[in-house]
T-cell receptor, first 115, second 113 residues
Framework: DTEVTQTPKHLVMGMTNKKSLKCEQHMGHRAMYWYKQKAKKPPELMFVYSYEKLSINESVPSRFSPECPNSSLLNLHLHALQPEDSALYLC??????????????FGAGSRLTVL | AQSVTQPDIHITVSEGASLELRCNYSYGATPYLFWYVQSPGQGLQLLLKYFSGDTLVQGIKGFEAEFKRSQSSFNLRKPSVHWSDAAEYFCAVVDGSARQLTFGSGTQLTVLP
């Protein structure tokens, strides 16, 4: 299995809702990532988990809360989002986070719309 | 800090024509270099990577890229473009200190029939 699976593919939520994005990989990778991508822009790193511990938080607002329950799963909990948070959210994984071992495999993304 | 420049925002080529997408990086030592492709509404797919060794690297879908240290470049090439190659292409770099990918701004490729 060489895939990163993201659910849901599309999500529409109001600013007062609480929702979660899910990501799963079964490649034995020990680093997992969340990226945010706005239209016509490159992906922007949000969080990195290495061996199930949060290793990088790129100054992301607290309304985004990541969780790594185990080495195969990565969640992104969403609460009180703003319309400007509407974007494609990409999950990725790599063997680990060391340079040379961090060749990322991306999921297809979750398209989030905040009303 | 590392940076990646893709000078061409949009390139249009005819099907069957050759293609070259430009990428320049700014970094003191030899970085790890990547090209990714993204179809509309999809995730990113790795085309090829360069870590060390032979400066001409072969990738998937008939793509190749050449690392030129003297020019700080890592240009992507394909001898004959297919309509299915129409997509957004991102060059990316990892340096040893930053440890994370820095993406270029992307080049949108349009293929004419």
């Amino acid at each position: 299995d060489t895939e990163v699976t993201q659910t849901p593919k599309h999500l529409v939520m109001g600013m007062t809702n609480k929702k979660s994005l899910k990501c799963e990989q079964h490649m034995g990778h020990r680093a997992m990532y969340w990226y945010k991508q706005k239209a016509k822009k490159p992906p922007e790193l949000m969080f990195v988990y290495s061996y199930e511990k949060l290793s990088i938080n790129e100054s992301v607002p607290s309304r985004f809360s990541p969780e790594c329950p185990n080495s195969s799963l990565l969640n992104l909990h969403l609460h009180a989002l703003q319309p400007e948070d509407s974007a494609l959210y990409l999950c990725a994984s790599s063997q680990d986070s060391r340079p040379g071992a961090n060749v990322l495999t991306f999921g297809a993304g979750s398209r989030l719309t905040v009303l | 800090a590392q940076s990646v420049t893709q000078p061409d925002i949009h390139i249009t080529v005819s099907e069957g024509a050759s293609l070259e997408l430009r990428c320049n990086y700014s970094y003191g030592a030899t970085p790890y270099l990547f090209w990714y492709v993204q179809s509309p509404g999809q995730g990113l797919q790795l085309l090829l990577k360069y870590f060390s060794g032979d400066t001409l690297v072969q990738g998937i879908k008939g793509f190749e890229a050449e690392f030129k240290r003297s020019q700080s470049s890592f240009n992507l090439r394909k001898p004959s473009v297919h309509w299915s190659d129409a997509a957004e292409y991102f060059c990316a770099v990892v340096d040893g200190s930053a440890r994370q990918l820095t993406f270029g701004s992307g080049t949108q490729l349009t293929v004419l029939p």
